[in-house]
């Protein structure tokens, strides 16, 4: 099967399986052996059906657009050009509707075939409407939104719904995090954020609002993996806020310390020597024990 049947076919069948519209085909194949059905299959579905798909190829374009231009303007149908070679971005230059002109279930299939080009506006329009129907099509067009995300008006819930829906990675979540005022974290957002501290290291300030807001027992990660945000005085002011075992390295002049030998601080211990915090890390037993470096 060419590129055309494929496409037809898959639309079909997704327009099958999600709306509950009768639905009529013209099958331009049949221009060489039966150019007469051809003709009345055309008439049928503009006369029958108010949003029309069209399938064809350059050569096909040049025939049925003049056609359908008419039938969008005189019998006010939507057309909706699927592209074959290329993408929809290519052809589409404007859109000239109101997204609250159509149902839902049709929009979901306009974004998901990218029939709607990226705007701000619609992206505003989109997310009055429908949760889903805002995040579908920020995932369809998510480098744009990006590109874009100064005015795309996002507050502390849109952010949250951005990261729920795994569409970003951290890097990506770090520069979305970045458009909400930091006073506006919460201890919901915080927590989302951990699970992104081990990939990305966020700016001081909002490192710093999130540190805030944990609980104590989510601190000890957030701090371990956003150790770079600090510098060494920095660090040693948040050991202070620790439980007591951490209290050790709440100063910095040279003295011993000893902390329990389990997973976590054998990692602490060994990050703090590489970041110069710390001058030696040595197990014995249950303990790791060694000096802190004196500030200089």
């Given at each position: 099967m ?23 085909i013209?099958n ?48 006010k149908?939507r ?9 929809p971005?290519d052809?589409?230059?404007s ?8 149902e839902?279930?049709?929009l ?19 997310k ?26 996002i ?13 970003f ?14 006073t ?26 999130v ?16 150790m ?29 310390y ?23 890390v040595?197990?014995k ?7 802190v470096?004196?500030?200089?």
């Open positions: 060419d590129g055309q049947t494929v496409k037809t076919k898959i639309l079909y069948e997704e327009l099958s399986k999600n709306t509950d519209w009768e639905i009529y013209a331009t194949q049949n221009k060489s052996t039966n150019p007469i059905k051809l003709l009345f299959q055309t008439i049928l579905v503009i006369m029958c059906c108010k949003d029309i798909f069209i399938l064809v190829s350059q050569n096909g374009a040049k025939f049925y657009f003049p056609i359908l231009y008419y039938a969008s303007k005189i019998l149908r057309i909706y050009h699927d592209v074959i070679g290329g993408s971005e052809y589409i230059q859109f000239d509707y109101q997204c609250n002109e159509f839902e279930d049709r979901y299939l306009m974004v998901q075939k990218k029939y709607i080009p990226f705007s701000a506006d619609i992206l505003k329009e989109l009055e409407m429908s949760q889903q129907l805002w995040l579908n099509y920020i995932k369809n067009y998510k480098e744009k939104f990006l590109d874009d995300l100064a005015v795309s008006e507050d502390l819930d849109d952010v949250k719904s951005l990261i729920r829906s795994d569409i990675s951290g890097k990506e979540v770090k520069n979305i995090l970045e458009e909400i005022d930091v506006k974290i919460d201890v919901e957002l915080s927590k989302m954020l951990l699970a992104f501290s081990e990939e990305v290291i966020f700016e001081k300030t909002y490192v710093e609002a540190w805030e807001e944990l609980p104590e027992e989510n601190r000890y990660r957030w701090l371990y993996n956003q770079d945000a600090y510098n060494l005085d920095e660090l040693a002011e948040h050991f202070a806020q620790l439980e007591a075992t951490y209290h050790q390295f709440a100063q910095r002049t040279q003295h011993k000893k902390v329990h030998n389990n997973e976590f601080n054998m990692q602490l211990c060994e990050k703090l020597k590489r970041r110069g915090f710390l001058t030696s040595n197990y037993g249950k303990w790791i024990e060694g000096y470096k004196k500030a200089v």
